[in-house]
């Protein structure tokens, strides 16, 4: 049974910092691509950010450019999101999805085989 478990959600301040951890089990880690994603009430599920399987290569959306770091520590089974410099527009639930192919450029979520239940991040003004 595949499972992927987000975690590190929360309330912060803008300006403000997180690091959002997605554990996976029940599939072979370093077998898959890795994502986050993120939907805003109301909005339509948006991609974030994607590793490749080691973790080699990245790519993050032109929106989070420069705030946002994706890492994967292929041991622990685990992804991160780190988020600095959030501001209130960036308050969603966040994803993780995992995958089996990497490409440069922004994802589908049709792209991704298994999803986390999501973690809610909320950044006030």
């Known amino acids: 049974q595949v499972q992927l478990v987000e975690s590190g959600g929360g309330l912060v301040q803008a300006g403000g910092s997180l690091r959002l951890s997605c554990a996976a089990s029940g599939i072979t880690f370093s077998s898959y691509v890795m994502g986050w994603f993120r939907q805003a009430p109301g909005k339509e599920r948006e991609f974030v950010a994607v590793?490749?399987?080691?973790?080699?290569?990245?790519y993050v959306a032109d929106s989070v450019k420069g705030r946002f770091t994706i890492s994967r520590d292929n041991a622990k089974n685990t992804v991160y999101l780190q988020m600095n410099s959030l501001k209130p527009e960036d308050t969603a639930v966040y994803y993780c999805a995992a995958g089996t192919k990497y490409h440069s450029g922004s994802y589908y979520p049709h792209e991704y085989a298994y999803w986390g239940q999501g973690t809610q991040v909320t950044v006030s003004s």
């Open positions: 590793i490749s399987w080691s973790g080699g290569r990245t």
